[in-house]
C-alpha cells in the first residue's frame, strides 16, 4: 500500500458523506451540534480529514433509538444474532485492506502492524462472539429454579484510539451477542475505522437502532453517555483519568461500569530463562504496537548477575526494529498517534535520565531522519529502580525499563508494585517454577514463555486497571443480568 491509496480512501469516505454523519435509528444522519475535529496523520502531522462531533441531545436521540430496538432484539432468537455476527464477521474479513488502511492512516500503525495485527485479531473478537451467541446457555436449571442470564440493556461503549477497531469489536461483539443495544463513541482521534465498522454492520443487515454511532469528544458526548438515565451500562476503554469520571457520571443512575484502564505489566525473566528467547519476545512484546498497548509489558525484571546479558540482547533486539513511514511495508514501527502521546513519551525519557536509570539505547528526540511525524526512538533503560516514575508510571510508548532483581521473592515483589494488574509475563525454563510465579502475580491476565494471543482468555484488570473481564465467554457475561425464577419445578416445558 502507498500513500495514493490511503488518499483515496479519505477521498471516498469524504465524498460519501460518512465523515459528516452520525449513525442513530438504522439512519446516517447529520448531527445536531456543530463542532468539528480535524483527523491528523501523525506520520505528516497533516491533516487529512474533518468529521462531525455530536453532542448531548444526539446521545438522546440514539439512546431513544436503542432503547426502542431493545424491545425486539433482546428476545431475538440466539441463532439469529449469531448469524448477524457471522456476516458482520465475513464483511471485515472481505474489506481488512480498507479497515488496516483507515487505522495506519488514523492512528500511525505500521502498515503491516494494521494487517497482521490490528484487522485480524479484531475480527477475532466477532468470530468468538458468534460462537458464544449460538453456544452459550442463556437460561439453566440449578435446585427446582430456573437461571436467565438476560441482555442488561442499552449499552454505551467508549473506545480508545490505541486498537481502534480491535477496542469496538471486544464490546460490541459480545455486547450484540447477549441481545443488547448500543451507542458507541469511538475515540474521536481515530474515527476512519469506527465510520466503516459501522457501514459494514449496516452492510450485514443489522436492525435499525440496535447499534448507533455518536462520534465526539469524551467530555461531551462520552460523559452525556455515562451520565444518561437511560443507558444501562457504561464500558470504557481507555486513561484511568476518564475511567473515573465516567464511573463518577454513571454514579448517580447506579448504572453497571466496565472499567478497561491503564496498566504496567511485568516481565519476570526467571534466572533459569533461556534469555536468547525471552529478552527478544520481550522488548518485541513492549514495543508492540509502538508501545501503545494497555497490556504491554514495559518493565522486565531480570536476575542481577545476568543484567548484562540481558542488556546486550535487548539492545540488539531494539536495534533490529524500522522505524519510519507507516505506509511502507518494510517499516516494524510507525510515530507514536498523537502529538499528545509525542509529548508523553519525551517527558518520561527525561524523567529517566533525571531520575538516574541507566540509558542504553534510543534516547529523547525522533530517530534520525525523521524530522516531521510523531516518530519517537525506541529506549531502553536499565538499572531502572522500582520506585522510578519510568517503572511505575503507564508511558503508552517505546520506552522499557530493565529492573535487576537479587531473589525470585523480591522479583514477584516488584512484579506487584504498581496501582496496575493487567497483563503479565513471566519466562522460565522450569515449568512447575513459572506456574508457580504466576499464580502470585496480581494481575488480570499471566503469559508464561510467550504463548500465542487466545481471543478466548478473559482480559482485564486488578487494582487501578479496572473492573469487569473482556474477551471469550467472560466477556459476553459482562453483558448479561442473571434472573432467578422460582418455583420454576423442572426442566422447561
Ligand atoms: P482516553 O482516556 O483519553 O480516551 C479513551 C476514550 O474515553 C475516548 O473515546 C475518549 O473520548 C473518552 N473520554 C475521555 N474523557 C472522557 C470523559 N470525561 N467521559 C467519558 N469519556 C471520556 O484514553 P486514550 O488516550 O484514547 O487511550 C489510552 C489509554 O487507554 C491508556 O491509558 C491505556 O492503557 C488505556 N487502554 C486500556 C486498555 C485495556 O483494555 N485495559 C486497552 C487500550 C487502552
Given amino acids: 500500500m502507498g500513500n495514493g491509496d490511503a488518499t483515496r480512501l479519505v477521498e471516498q469516505l469524504t465524498s460519501s458523506g460518512l465523515l459528516d454523519r452520525l449513525y442513530i435509528g438504522g439512519e446516517w444522519v447529520l448531527p445536531m451540534g456543530h463542532d468539528r475535529t480535524s483527523v491528523i496523520d501523525p506520520s505528516t502531522e497533516d491533516a487529512i ?6 453532542n448531548a441531545q444526539d446521545v438522546d436521540e440514539a439512546v431513544i433509538a436503542a432503547r426502542s430496538a431493545f424491545k425486539t432484539w433482546s428476545v431475538s432468537s440466539p441463532q439469529s ?9 465475513s464483511l471485515i474479513l472481505e474489506r481488512a485492506e480498507l479497515f488496516a488502511q483507515a487505522i495506519s492512516l488514523e492512528m500511525g500503525a505500521a502498515i503491516s502492524t494494521a494487517r497482521s495485527a ?58 450484540l451477542a447477549a441481545g443488547c443495544t448500543i451507542v458507541l463513541k469511538p475515540s474521536e482521534l481515530s474515527p476512519l475505522s469506527a465510520l466503516l465498522f459501522t457501514q459494514v454492520l449496516r452492510d450485514a443487515g443489522i436492525p435499525p437502532g440496535v447499534f448507533n454511532l455518536v462520534n465526539g469528544s469524551g467530555p461531551e458526548v462520552g460523559a452525556a453517555l455515562a451520565a444518561h438515565p437511560d443507558v444501562d451500562m457504561i464500558s470504557i476503554t481507555g486513561s484511568n483519568r476518564a475511567g473515573v469520571l465516567v464511573a463518577q457520571a454513571a454514579a448517580p443512575t447506579v448504572k453497571r461500569v466496565a472499567q478497561e484502564l491503564g496498566g504496567k505489566s511485568p516481565n ?45 540482547i535487548a539492545c540488539e533486539a531494539a536495534a533490529a526494529l524500522v522505524v519510519g513511514d507507516p505506509r511502507s511495508p518494510q517499516t516494524t514501527h ?51 529502580g522500582p520506585q522510578m516514575r519510568i517503572a511505575q508510571e503507564e508511558i503508552f510508548g517505546p520506552v522499557l525499563a530493565i529492573i535487576p532483581y537479587d531473589s525470585v521473592d523480591e522479583a514477584v515483589e516488584i512484579a506487584n508494585d504498581t496501582v496496575y494488574g493487567l497483563g503479565a509475563h513471566v519466562q ?24 500465542p494471543w487466545n481471543p478466548h482468555a478473559p482480559f482485564g484488570g486488578y487494582k487501578h486497571s479496572g473492573n469487569g473481564r473482556e474477551y471469550g465467554v467472560e466477556g459476553l457475561q459482562e453483558y448479561l443480568e442473571t434472573k432467578s425464577i422460582l418455583g420454576w419445578q423442572g426442566e422447561p416445558g
Fill in 118 to 175: 490490528q484487522v485480524p485479531m479484531a475480527a477475532e473478537h466477532i468470530r468468538v462472539a458468534r460462537d458464544n451467541a449460538g453456544s452459550y446457555p442463556f437460561v439453566i436449571h440449578r435446585e427446582g429454579m430456573a437461571l436467565m442470564r438476560e441482555a442488561i440493556g442499552v449499552c454505551g461503549l467508549i473506545t480508545p484510539w490505541n486498537w481502534p477497531l480491535y477496542q469496538i469489536t471486544a464490546k460490541v461483539g459480545p455486547a
Fill in 428 to 451: 522460565g525454563r522450569e515449568l512447575a517454577a513459572a506456574r508457580a510465579v504466576a499464580a502470585r502475580i496480581r494481575s488480570g491476565q499471566v503469559h508464561i514463555n510467550n504463548p
Fill in 49 to 54: 480529514a474533518e468529521i462531525a462531533l455530536g
Fill in 268 to 312: 519476570l525473566i526467571l534466572p533459569d530463562a533461556d534469555l536468547a528467547r525471552a529478552v527478544p519476545a520481550g522488548v518485541a512484546a513492549g514495543f508492540r504496537n509502538v508501545g501503545q498497548s494497555c497490556s504491554a509489558p514495559t518493565r522486565m525484571i531480570v536476575p542481577r548477575e545476568r543484567l548484562a546479558e540481558v542488556e546486550r
Fill in 81 to 89: 444474532r449469531a448469524a448477524l455476527l457471522g456476516r458482520v464477521h
Fill in 334 to 384: 510507525g510515530p507514536v498517534a498523537n502529538r499528545a502521546q509525542f509529548k508523553r513519551v519525551q517527558e518520561m525519557i527525561d524523567a529517566g535520565i533525571t531520575e538516574g536509570a541507566r540509558l542504553i539505547c534510543g534516547g529523547p528526540g525522533r530517530p534520525q531522519g525523521l524530522e516531521r511525524g510523531f516518530y519517537a526512538r525506541p529506549t531502553i533503560f536499565s538499572n531502572v
